[in-house]
């Protein structure tokens, strides 16, 4: 049963690494705590052990005494007669110790790692509040009519197990993002060099499933006229119209070797400037 429990509480604590979905329902202290407690109890169990005090001895054995001699004689070395002690049961106490508090360490080192990483969960809910606004606004935009944008923090429509940083209902009012979705568009006009593309990615799945409430089914020509549409999305997150134009630039540039699995969401021949799919939104620029 010992061995059932620490399998059951070990692998909690190991399930919630390797799930998102569980990172997004269960706070970290918790699988924390579950891998504290089985460690713990591996300390107690083992410091509670006690070694057999096994006393060897070096001297000669009986049968190589009656086989060699020396059998009926007294006189031996004392020295060899001797028994060795058996290894102190100290040493093993502080050796269990210094393997817990190093297990332990490193366990509170990535706590405090998880902790430390910046998520949608750990913005504060006046940041959060204020984002959503403005993504319901530019989703509504594109639509043409009333929208609604979902975190889905639970992962029920979108995530790591359906494969998809946006899922939208075509035609209708609600769309479903991702929470590291999200979290890109609200820190968006905190750009930097390592954020630009996930940042551009992150306009881009919006206008995407935007135009999907719009009616649009074609993933290829959403997948297009969101391009285009990011730039006024990306202008409405902060970013100046420069700015913004690159990264929908970079993300019509990459979009062929991006969906090269998946080339139902590659861009069609007419998406240019002057094309079939042109939305003609600034006379001067595609997007």
């Known amino acids: 049963m010992i061995w059932l429990w620490r399998l059951l509480i070990g692998g909690f604590a190991l399930a919630y690494l390797l799930s998102a979905t569980l990172q997004s329902w269960v706070p970290p202290?918790?699988?924390?705590?579950?891998?504290?407690?089985?460690?713990?109890?591996?300390?107690?169990?083992?410091?509670?052990?006690?070694a057999p005090r096994v006393a060897r001895d070096r001297g000669p054995q009986a049968r190589d005494l009656a086989d060699f001699g020396w059998a009926d004689e007294e006189e031996f070395d004392p020295e060899?007669?001797?028994?060795?002690?058996?290894?102190?049961?100290?040493?093993?106490?502080r050796r269990r110790?210094?393997?817990?508090?190093?297990?332990?360490?490193?366990?509170?080192?990535?706590?405090?790692?998880?902790?430390?990483?910046?998520t949608w969960h750990k913005l504060p809910a006046h940041e959060r509040a204020a984002t959503l606004a403005i993504l319901d606004r530019q989703a509504a935009r594109i639509a043409g009519h009333p929208a609604?944008?979902?975190?889905?923090?639970?992962?029920r429509k979108v995530g790591y197990v359906q494969d998809a940083d946006g899922l939208a209902e075509v035609g209708g009012r609600?769309?479903?993002?991702?929470?590291?979705?999200?979290?890109?568009?609200?820190?968006?006009?905190?750009?930097?060099?390592?954020?630009?593309?996930?940042?551009?990615?992150?306009?881009?799945?919006?206008?995407?499933e935007a135009?999907?409430?719009?009616?649009?089914?074609?993933?290829?020509?959403?997948?297009?006229?969101?391009?285009?549409?990011?730039?006024?999305?990306?202008?409405?997150?902060?970013?100046?119209?420069?700015?913004?134009?690159?990264?929908?630039?970079?993300?019509?540039?990459d979009?062929?070797?991006?969906?090269?699995?998946?080339?139902?969401?590659?861009?069609?021949?007419?998406?240019?400037?002057?094309?079939?799919?042109d939305l003609r939104l600034d006379g001067a620029h595609f997007p």
Not at 33 to 46: N, P
Not at 80 to 92: I, K, Q, S, T, Y
Not at 100 to 108: E, I, N, T
Not at 148 to 155: F, L, P, R
């Open 80 to 93: 060899l007669d001797e028994p060795v002690p058996a290894p102190r049961r100290e040493w093993h106490a």
């Open 174 to 208: 609600r769309m479903w993002v991702t929470p590291a979705v999200c979290y890109r568009l609200a820190k968006a006009r905190r750009l930097t060099g390592s954020t630009e593309t996930a940042t551009g990615r992150a306009i881009a799945v919006l206008a995407h």
């Open 148 to 155: 609604q944008v979902i975190c889905d923090s639970a992962g």
């Open 255 to 277: 979009n062929p070797g991006d969906f090269a699995d998946t080339p139902a969401y590659v861009v069609p021949a007419g998406c240019h400037r002057g094309g079939s799919l």
């Open 97 to 118: 110790l210094v393997q817990g508090l190093v297990v332990l360490v490193v366990l509170s080192g990535l706590f405090l790692l998880d902790r430390s990483r910046p």
């Open 211 to 253: 135009w999907h409430l719009h009616g649009e089914t074609s993933e290829a020509i959403a997948n297009c006229y969101a391009y285009q549409s990011g730039v006024q999305v990306g202008r409405a997150l902060g970013l100046s119209a420069t700015t913004s134009r690159r990264l929908m630039h970079e993300q019509l540039a």
């Open 29 to 50: 202290l918790l699988p924390f705590l579950a891998a504290l407690t089985v460690e713990a109890q591996f300390f107690v169990s083992g410091a509670r052990r006690r």
